[in-house]
């Protein structure tokens, strides 16, 4: 998510006297400091090079000075997108999954329920009918099915009222906010090839799901019990991750939004009922909530009456898309932030690691690493490896004066063997419950958003972590300039790896550079990578041969303006980890942000989420006066998967959907290769 309000949240909800004190500022320039922490590209290319060459057997040794062929072998589309999904020439992207289309549910006549197209649905139709804002997801195959079949979950990160309704948030009412609570969450739906070969959702089949809001779910690890062992629901869910074992695990991240305490009809921050305390301030809890008014007309997310339960969310939840009938389960022990994903590595050892941001200005970069090791398959035992192990935060040391060397981290274990942590935390439970004020504690460092985080494929410990932007630079709490996050103003974003200690995902230290930082050279601040240009990264991904894939997340308010003039529409890129260059892969329609980018095992399907197409600056869609929802697209209703814009539709209809893409290519061949 990236709405205008994401960036003062910290601010506002950190008000108090329990700010980190802000670390000395680096009188180091900016220049200078990017040539300590870019340093180690060449180093690189160079050792690519060389394993390439090494590979190839001494016969067929390029010649040292040729580098590494690319691994980018499609043509790059514009910046300038159109209202439709834009490919390079040779592939083809077509709608699979839009929000409205039914599930599959067994039980029901295929098609069923259909989407109306006037947002007409209640919200028994819609728990049954894909949520909104597809965000991160996960394709898993289907072996028993054969080759071309899988399940695919997928986030509902956040709705869009003005879309959501025939009338938008007017006549606010307990069946409306059932709704909404409906269109959140995640879908599991059953994807098979037809006689064509072309994807399609399998209807119905027993593996449909939805999971919403209200889904009673089970908690697990040290923070279980003190919560009451059970907790109903999820919503924002941003991005995700996955476990060797076939489960999908998705990630709550603007949860503290969907609370509030001010009564109907009073002004924002009129309420004098509730105080936010230290823990509710320092996730940004406070009473007019943010932008959904739930607690109106459900008594659970009144903060008046109802403080325990914003402490059942913000956590990583398990679900097994495999089993219909399983609960899904929050682990407390991998720490309670606002999640945007969870990345899986193997250690050395064979304990499993998962990589997770906290996506909001000036907050931490975590992993968790679990105590037991990874047994094969889908051995039960794997079923409780997420509920007790290790819960770390990163700390980024400033690099060395030297560019020989790399700049180097370390990760910090929050846990009370820790005295500081002692000192304030009676017990594991309170500290995670507190995520965010243990690493305060013991000095992490605040960075610019961490977004999505991507482990590479091959090379073993090698992480990359979008940092998106960070327009709090400066202002009261906001983050200072450190090695690691360099620019004064961040408003392009950058791409941070890490090289785990010995390539071991367990490693408690790590070296660390800059991999590609966003610019666009026309607007003076050309950023540091070769090829397009590109702006606040969010969704990463490694496909199977090991390209990079970057989406972006260019808030609605931003598009085609001022610094992101030539940017008008978001789009996602690949990149060569080896040389750095970038290819721009993929355009959206107007407004809406590319996300959730992911592969079949062959490397020969992408799916990608198309999220809020259409929005307008100001966060979410209203009706206008002409009652059209669609001043800036009717994707994909506009082109061919729902009723045509040939102007015999009411606009009501055409409203714009998030929905998943699915990219092939015309001539089968991998995604993104020569
Ligand atoms: Fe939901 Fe950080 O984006
Ligand atoms: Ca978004
Ligand atoms: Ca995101
Ligand atoms: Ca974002």
Redesign the pocket.
């Known amino acids: 998510?990236?709405h205008p309000s994401d960036d003062t949240r910290r601010s506002t909800g950190t008000a108090g006297g329990d700010q980190p004190a802000p670390r000395k500022l680096h009188t180091r320039g900016f220049d200078e400091v990017l040539a300590l922490v870019l340093t180690r590209r060449a180093a690189l290319v160079a050792g690519a090079g060389l394993l390439a060459a090494h590979e190839a057997g001494a016969a067929r040794q390029p010649p040292a000075a040729a580098g590494p062929a690319s691994l980018l072998g499609f043509a790059s589309v514009p910046a300038a997108g159109a209202d439709r999904v834009v490919v390079p020439p040779g592939y083809r992207a077509r709608v699979l999954y839009a929000w409205g289309d039914p599930i599959g549910a067994s039980g029901l006549p295929a098609g069923e329920p259909a989407w109306r197209g006037d947002a007409s649905e209640d919200a028994a139709a819609q728990a049954l009918q894909a949520g909104m804002h597809h965000?991160g997801m996960h394709f898993f195959p289907l072996p028993a099915r054969g080759a071309d079949r899988g399940l695919l979950a997928v986030n509902h990160?956040y709705v869009d009222h003005g879309l959501l309704f025939p009338d938008g948030s007017a006549g606010w009412s307990a069946s409306k906010v059932r709704k909404s609570q409906a269109a959140h969450g995640v879908s599991v739906i059953e994807l098979g090839r037809s006689a064509d070969g072309a994807w399609q959702v399998v209807r119905p089949s027993r593996h449909a799901r939805r999971i919403t809001a209200n889904t009673p779910m089970r908690l697990s690890g040290p923070a279980a019990q003190a919560l009451g062992g059970t907790a109903t629901g999820t919503f924002a869910n941003?991005a995700n991750g996955w476990t060797p074992w076939g489960t999908y695990l998705t990630c709550e991240?603007?949860w503290h939004g969907y609370f509030g305490a001010r009564k109907r009809g009073e002004p924002p921050e009129h309420d004098t009922a509730f105080q936010p305390d230290e823990l509710e301030r320092r996730y940004g809890i406070r009473a007019r909530g943010d932008y959904i008014d739930w607690h109106l007309h459900d008594p659970r997310f009144d903060l008046n009456t109802r403080r325990d339960e914003p402490l059942r969310f913000g956590w990583v939840v398990e679900i097994d898309p495999f089993d219909p009938a399983s609960q899904p389960v929050k682990h407390t022990a991998m720490g309670r932030i606002k999640h945007?994903g969870a990345a899986p590595a193997r250690a050395a050892d064979g304990r499993m690691v998962f990589y997770m941001g906290d996506?909001q200005a000036g907050e931490y970069v975590y992993k968790f690493v679990t105590r037991a090791r990874l047994r094969p398959g889908r051995d039960a035992a794997n079923r409780r490896l997420l509920e007790e192990g290790t819960l770390y935060v990163a700390r980024f040391d400033a690099a060395p004066a030297s560019g020989r060397r790399l700049a180097t981290g370390r990760w910090l274990p929050l846990t009370r063997e820790d005295p500081r942590l002692a000192a304030r935390f009676a017990s594991q439970a309170e500290l995670l419950i507190a995520t965010r004020i243990a690493a305060d504690i013991v000095g992490a460092t605040r960075m610019d958003r961490p977004?999505w985080i991507a482990v590479h494929p091959r090379r073993t410990g090698e992480v990359y972590c979008s940092l998106t932007n960070n327009s709090t630079r400066g202002a009261q709490g906001g983050a200072p300039v450190n090695d690691a996050n360099p620019r004064a103003a961040n408003v392009y974003g950058h791409v941070i790896r890490w090289h785990e200690t010995g390539g071991d995902a367990a490693a408690e230290t790590f070296e660390w550079d800059i991999f590609v930082m966003g610019g666009d050279p026309a607007q003076g601040d050309g950023g540091r990578f070769e090829g397009d240009f590109f702006g606040s990264p969010?969704g990463l991904a490694f496909d199977p041969a090991g390209r990079l894939w970057i989406q972006t997340?260019i808030s609605s308010d931003k598009l085609g303006k001022g610094a992101y003039q030539r940017m008008t529409h978001n789009m996602a890129l690949a990149a060569d980890t080896r040389t750095g260059e970038l290819r721009r892969f993929l355009t959206g329609p107007p407004g809406c942000e590319i996300t959730g980018l992911c592969f079949t095992p062959d490397g020969r399907t992408l799916f990608v989420n198309i999220q809020h197409p259409g929005e307008t600056p100001g966060y979410l869609s209203a009706p206008g006066p002409d009652g059209r929802p669609n001043a800036l697209s009717t994707w994909p209703s506009g082109q061919g998967h729902g009723p045509a814009d040939d102007g015999s539709t009411p606009p009501q209809r055409l409203r714009p959907r998030s929905a998943t893409v699915v990219v092939t290519r015309e001539d089968g061949g991998v995604i993104g290769g020569g």
């Open positions: 998510m990236d965000d990160e941003c991240e603007n945007e996506d977004e969010d997340d």
